[in-house]
């Protein structure tokens, strides 16, 4: 299911699949998770404010969600630094406000069901690239 939701977390906001036919498709959990990764398009406001909404949103996300959503911004991390200087500042700024929510609880050691990774290996590899792309920005 994370492995799903993973590959389809852009499934919304890109391609305009629906929650329903998510569900549909793929089940309930997977459609969790993806609604949970995805941007609601009824949130108006400046980018800002739409991280903001969307930081309150990550931080309530099941531990799956987050974990695929630290995956997703640590998979960026490279392409956006190579290809767009310019937005690597605001992305790796808006990253490094957002890994506090999504990391795992101090007591939380387990691997995922039926996954060799645990989130707290996600996270420690998606704070490694914050920290090496970050201080290049500042």
Do not use: Q
């Not at 609604?35 to 800002?48: V, Y």
């Not at 996300?61 to 630094?81: G, R, T």
């Not at 995922?112 to 500042?138: G, M």
């Amino acid at each position: 299911e994370m492995v799903a939701a993973a590959l389809l977390h852009d499934v919304m906001e890109d391609c305009g699949v629906t929650a329903e036919e998510l569900e549909l498709e793929f089940g309930d959990t997977v459609a969790t998770y993806v609604i949970a990764l995805s941007d609601d398009p009824t949130i108006l406001g400046n980018r800002a404010f739409r991280k903001k909404v969307a930081k309150i949103r990550l931080a309530a996300a099941p531990p799956e969600v987050k974990a695929i959503k630290l995956a997703d911004l640590a998979h960026n991390c490279m392409s956006i630094w190579t290809h767009d200087e310019a937005f690597s500042k605001v992305f790796f700024k808006e990253f490094e406000d957002l890994l506090p929510v999504l990391a795992p609880p101090s007591n939380y050691d387990t691997n995922f069901p039926n996954d060799p990774i645990s989130w707290s290996h996600i996270y420690n590899l998606a704070r490694e690239r914050v920290d090496r792309y970050y201080w290049r920005i500042e």
